[in-house]
């Protein structure tokens, strides 16, 4: 089992930078694959960007492509996500959880172990 907490959520304006972080505990983190979703009010929670335990594959979703960065550090336990060219439409809490098998898979239920989430506040 793998405990998450992700922070780094804060007010920003419209076109500014963010970087988010989800920091793992034990000792098996560099052996998953990882995502990140968001949730805005009165919406679901969607799919934003995953990265193979090795770092060396990622995929993200279209809104966001171009503008955002999921990277990881295996020795730091801990998962990024890079977000540049805010828009008021990103505005959500952001949540990282770790993959149940494989990797590049986007649905809610191809998750699990998810962190408390951080809200990220857009303002235009």
């Known amino acids: 089992q793998v405990q998450l907490v992700e922070s780094g959520g804060r007010l920003v304006q419209a076109g500014g930078s963010l970087r988010l972080s989800c920091a793992a505990s034990?000792?098996?983190?560099?052996?998953?694959?990882m995502g990140w979703f968001r949730q805005a009010p009165g919406k679901e929670r969607e799919f934003v960007a995953c990265?193979?335990?090795?770092?060396?594959?990622?995929y993200y979703a279209d809104s966001v492509k171009g503008r955002f960065t999921i990277s990881r550090d295996n020795a730091k336990n801990t998962v990024y996500l890079q977000m540049n060219s805010l828009k008021p439409e990103d505005t959500a809490v952001y949540y990282c959880?770790?993959?149940?098998?494989?990797?590049?898979?986007?649905?809610?239920?191809?998750?699990?172990?998810w962190g408390q989430g951080t809200q990220v506040t857009v303002s235009s």
């Open positions: 959880a770790t993959a149940r098998r494989g990797y590049g898979f986007t649905t809610l239920g191809e998750y699990e172990n």
């Open positions: 034990g000792r098996t983190f560099s052996s998953y694959n």
């Open positions: 990265i193979h335990w090795s770092g060396r594959n990622t």
